[in-house]
């Protein structure tokens, strides 16, 4: 019998035993997108050509009255006798009630675990941490988010101020965690790590601890890492928390009798931003971040009020009082910032100061203070309040403090002009028992200071 040539078609109707020549003149049909030529030899197997020509061998049979059609490849990678092998193979499993495809979806779910267990087996905490990160920011605030990043920072990098003279970043309490694996962060290797961390700086050792609880009890809830920890959170332990103790109540604040030698020592410091910046946290009871952040758009002169970047409402808008506004008109408006770095450096020209806690500690070392923090300024807008008998909510208000009472939450309102009659009461009582006194003009931005 004579070959025929490669132009003539190939009869799709009935089945033929599959040859190379016969593969390679089969054409899909004119107007449909694909076309089947079924094999003799293997009745399950067949080629499946399409309009553009792609040509694939195919298992095609019926299960439970339901057409199983499984690609087996390329005619070009496979061969006809192997093409026929394994339709053969596979059709013994559809004889035996067995979908070929609900057996690979199986099994490649069955690779795809153990792939995933030795990823776990192998992250390290670093990897596991990043991701926790990324999955986390949108939820977390701009402030909590950075806590972990400075937490697990590497340091070592050059830094210009802030560490105190050492001239670099020093490495976060969890950063020699970072490079274990995830499976090694054992009570026994936290422990260590605790130990080793409070001997130093036991205040952020304990911070660093509660991230870590909540980073790992997030990982015991991910499927990528819940099977390489233990059942109970490993930062849980009871040795860790014998070695971290909890935090001390701190009781730090200026009495009456100290505000005038506070002032007069803070007001003598060559840093006149700092010694602004200081009053400031005294007499607005603010937190030290929130003082610190202050931009000049926050500065509401015409209707004396003053924004605060509040950490449990987001903001917050108290009253901009006489005295306070005396010490931040004179500030030099070199950037958005109104406690601005004076530097030259073109790197911290668009930059805050640091939170002055040296000038600070100066300051405290010539008045004879000791044990004075910048959240003790906080702490002394509060007590001194005592002596003026304030309503208590009026100061939770100033300060950024939660109601405490339902009749607070629900039915107090109080509008800017009431809080700034109580809180001029405060100022006003606050540098008299410094030894100043104060006398504001009646237009802002012509106060002057008399000792």
């Known amino acids: 019998m004579a070959r025929p040539s ?39 197997l067949r080629v499946r050509v399409t ?26 990678s496979w061969s006809i006798d192997a093409a026929r092998a394994e339709a053969n193979r596979v059709r013994v499993l559809v004889d035996s009630g067995t979908d070929p495809r609900e057996l690979e979806r199986q099994q490649q ?34 402030r909590h988010y950075a806590d972990h990043v400075d937490k697990a920072k590497a340091g070592g990098e050059p830094a210009k101020r802030g560490t105190r003279g050492r001239g670099e970043t020093i490495a976060g309490p969890l950063h020699p965690l970072m490079p274990l694996k995830l499976r090694d962060l054992s009570p026994a290797v936290i422990g260590a790590w605790a130990a080793q961390e409070a001997a130093t700086r036991p205040t952020v050792a304990r911070l660093a601890w509660r991230l870590l609880k909540g980073f790992l009890s997030w990982c015991a ?45 803070v007001r003598q410091l060559q840093n006149a931003t700092a010694a602004a910046y200081l009053q400031t946290l005294l007499l607005t009871g603010a937190r030290p971040g929130e003082v610190l952040s202050l931009r000049w758009e ?15 409402e987001g903001e917050r808008v108290i009253p901009l009082t006489p005295y306070v506004a005396h010490l931040l008109a004179p500030l030099p408006r070199v950037n958005q910032w109104v406690f601005a770095s004076p530097s030259r450096d073109p790197e911290l020209s668009d930059k805050r100061i640091s939170i002055p806690r040296n000038p600070h500690e100066t300051a405290c070392k010539v008045a004879g203070i000791d044990g004075l ?12 309040t005592e002596w003026l008998e304030m309503p208590a909510g009026v100061v939770a208000q100033i300060m ?14 109080r509008p800017l002009d009431l809080l ?10 606050i540098l008299q028992q410094a030894g100043s006194v104060f006398v504001a003009d009646v237009e802002v931005g012509k106060l002057r200071a008399v000792k």
């Open 6 to 44: 490669k132009a003539t078609e190939v009869d799709l109707t009935e089945p033929q035993e599959l040859t190379a020549g016969l593969i390679e003149r089969l054409r899909c049909p004119v107007a449909k997108s694909q076309a089947f030529l079924r094999d003799t030899k293997a009745p399950a």
């Open 373 to 384: 923090s910048l959240h003790g300024l906080r702490r002394s807008f509060k007590s001194l």
């Open 221 to 265: 809830e991910q499927e990528a890492y819940a099977s390489v920890l233990p059942p109970q959170n490993p930062a849980k332990g009871k040795a860790v928390r014998e070695v971290l103790g909890k935090a001390k109540a701190k009781q730090d604040s200026l009495q009456r009798e100290q505000l005038a030698p506070w002032f007069g020592a």
């Open 400 to 413: 950024g403090h939660k109601p405490s009472a339902t009749a607070e939450k629900h039915y107090t309102v």
């Open 420 to 429: 700034r009659m109580h809180h001029e009461k405060i100022e006003a009582w």
């Open 109 to 142: 779910a069955d690779r795809d675990a153990r792939k995933a267990q030795d990823s776990a087996e192998t992250a390290t905490v670093q990897e596991a941490w990043d991701a926790y990160l990324a999955a986390r920011k949108a939820r977390w605030g701009a």
């Open 298 to 312: 926050d500065l509401n002169v015409k209707w004396k009020g003053l924004t605060i970047r509040d950490k449990v």
């Open 51 to 76: 309009a553009a020509g792609a040509k694939s061998f195919v298992f095609e049979a019926k299960l439970n009255r339901q057409t199983v059609r499984r690609t087996i490849g390329d005619v070009r």
